[in-house]
């Protein structure tokens, strides 16, 4: 069951607000009846028009997407930098991503138009990891990679517990590449921790998303989930073990 403007919205005839409107002003019917009310849910079986037309609902869809640097994370941006729908123009649904990678950070990122789920991936209280691979500035001490695995205070909180692992030294450049894994989703998390203990990102990806990975995608590239991936998300999800 879905509130009423909410699966106007989805079907993609006008937004969300807009559909409101419609509600309150009598325009909209359910089962054959008027429906003034805010408030009321629908199932897949209710019949909805708006205007006296049948509503159209969308089909559910479930994308990963291999997310170049240099792109925004966004349906749209007003300084017309491209996002990352531009990469779809073939799917027709009105698709949005779950979460965020920052403009300069590439890597794996899932979208859908499907409200629940993403809600469900994006609370912090369901863990799902997110594990990120990040060319940084320096050569973190032990006592560095024991901090990040603790947490790291930032000025939003502490983080909660990492995994982090060394991954390569470049003693002679001064470079190191470091693996990260975290379930939350402070903005620009990974670039922050990795700063506040000295080691300043110059390259990040997110390598994966609990289970899933880049593997056979270039950069722009994307693929939709199988049903399966989407019930293994869901129950990772809900039984707040986001490992992957």
Do not use: C, W
Not at 29 to 39: D, F, H, P, S, W
Not at 85 to 100: A, C, S, W
């Amino acid at each position: 069951m879905e509130r009423l403007q909410k699966v106007i919205a989805h079907s993609g005839i006008t937004s969300r607000r807009k559909a409101e409107e419609l509600i309150l002003e009598g325009k909209v019917k359910v089962n054959g009846k008027i429906v003034t009310e805010l408030g009321i849910k629908v199932s897949p079986n209710d019949k909805v028009e708006v205007n006296e037309i049948p509503l159209e609902r969308e089909e559910k869809v479930y994308i990963v997407m291999y997310k170049p640097r240099g792109v925004i994370s966004a349906v749209k941006d007003d300084k017309n930098r491209k996002v990352v729908t531009d990469f779809l123009p073939e799917i027709k649904e009105r698709v949005y991503p779950i979460g965020r990678l920052d403009y300069d950070t590439s890597g794996l990122l899932l979208l859908t138009n499907d409200g629940d789920f993403a809600n469900l991936l994006m609370h912090p209280r369901y863990e799902i990891n997110k594990t990120y691979v990040a060319k940084i500035k320096g050569i973190p001490t032990k006592q560095a990679m024991r901090q990040l695995e603790r947490g790291i205070k930032l000025e939003d909180g502490v983080t909660a517990p990492a995994k982090a692992k060394l991954l390569s030294v470049d003693k002679k450049a001064q470079k190191s590449i470091i693996e990260l894994t975290i379930h939350e989703g402070k903005n620009r998390q990974v670039r922050r921790m990795l700063e506040a203990i000295g080691h300043p990102v110059q390259k990040l990806k997110r390598e994966y998303y609990a289970f899933l990975n880049l593997h056979g995608l270039n950069a722009g590239e994307s693929r939709e989930l199988s049903p399966h991936e989407v019930k293994q998300l869901r129950a990772l999800a809900q039984t707040g073990t986001g490992q992957q």
